[in-house]
Structures are given as structure tokens and as C-alpha cells.
């Protein structure tokens, strides 16, 4: 199985290092090319104006969201969740997602970065809690009939969800490549892309 992670800008290394664990070939991908060979795509964390603009620079935007249409298994931790998000809450100027989960993501929704924090969660089909690591992290607005809520967090009394999926994609608004739990990035490659 060969995953790509898209290597426009964001957590890159991270993504690949804890994919590598999981057995699977692993590499960077930024080229229509790399793209087109990919059995599965992880969007990394980092800025999701940034990866967006790139996205359309490159001229990868489209071919993303084909391939995505087309059953692409993706999973996108962070600003990749905005990006596979159906609609972004307040997106930055000329901001566009590539699509894949019929939901609203709502941008930087935890606060600033220095407003970032961890917390433990249960995420469904994951035994035992797993440690969420939030960086200026999104959150779900809405989402439609579709979606499965995986993990929530209750936010001033509010329970917003952190962790969906729908058919073959697979989103995350916490980044766990950066706490070497790979139990995520297994569950992408067994549940998702169906290793």
C-alpha cells in the first residue's frame, strides 16, 4: 500500500514517520503525478490558506477533488480536515477546500495558538483514550446525515465534534502524528483505506 502525504506545507515529516510505523510506503507527494499513483492521501496540519493557495498554484486542486469523488481514501488532520471539509465557516479571502465530508468546519475554532492544548479522548473503534494534541484546531459546525461523529469534545458547555468520517474519508481536527500514538494513522489504513 502506498499512502502519499501531501507535501505543499504543514506537519509533512510527522504524517510520514508515523505512516512508515504502520508498515505501509510512505512519501511526499506534490506533483500531479505522485498524486495519481497514491492508493491513499494524507492532508497534513499547518495552514489551511497556505495549503490551499499552493493546491491551486500547483495546479492540484481539481485532481484532488476527483480523486477524492472517485473513492481516493484520504485523511486530513487539522487544516487537512478544513480542507476536506464541504464548506469552511469565515474561510480566508479566495480560501477553497477540496471537499470529501458533507460538514462545516469552523477555522482556528479552539482559539489562537497560544490557546492550543491537549486532551484525552475516546474515539470510536480505537480501544482505550488516545491523547489529542490541539493547535489552533477547527472544529465541526454541522454535518449532514452521512458523517460518524468518532470523537467530541464539550467546549463552555457545548459538544463539538473533533473526529469524523464518511465512507472514505477520514477527518481529524487534533494531530496525532505528533504524539508517536500511531493508533490513528492504523485505524486510516485498516478502516479506511481497508488494508
Known amino acids: 500500500m502506498h499512502i502519499g502525504v501531501l507535501a505543499l506545507q504543514g506537519d509533512v515529516r510527522e504524517h510520514l514517520e508515523a505512516l512508515t510505523r504502520c508498515g505501509v510506503q510512505a512519501t511526499p507527494v506534490k506533483h500531479a503525478e505522485e498524486i495519481e499513483r497514491v492508493d491513499g492521501l494524507v ?3 499547518g495552514e489551511s490558506t497556505t495549503i490551499s493557495k499552493l493546491a491551486v498554484a500547483f495546479g492540484l486542486d481539481g485532481l484532488i477533488r476527483q480523486r477524492i469523488k472517485a473513492g481516493l481514501p484520504v485523511y486530513g488532520s487539522c487544516a487537512g480536515m478544513i480542507m ?3 464548506n469552511i465557516k469565515d474561510p480566508a479571502s479566495n480560501q477553497e477546500s477540496f471537499g ?3 460538514m462545516v468546519v469552523r477555522r482556528n475554532a479552539f482559539g489562537r495558538q497560544v490557546d492550543s492544548f491537549e486532551s484525552d479522548l475516546e474515539f470510536k473503534g480505537i480501544e482505550g483514550s ?3 494534541v490541539f493547535i489552533r484546531a477547527p472544529w465541526v459546525e454541522s454535518l449532514g446525515p ?3 461523529i468518532l470523537a467530541s469534545v464539550e467546549v463552555d458547555g457545548e459538544t463539538h465534534p473533533v473526529a469524523v468520517r464518511s465512507e472514505r474519508v477520514l477527518a481529524t481536527s487534533f494531530h496525532p502524528e505528533l ?3 500511531d ?3 492504523r485505524y486510516f489504513i485498516d478502516e479506511i483505506c481497508g488494508r
Open 43 to 45: 492532508i497534513p496540519g
Open 84 to 86: 476536506v471539509a464541504s
Open 130 to 132: 488516545i491523547r489529542a
Open 146 to 148: 452521512s458523517v460518524e
Open 183 to 185: 493508533r490513528v494513522h
Open 179 to 181: 504524539t508517536g500514538d
Open 100 to 102: 470529501g465530508i458533507d
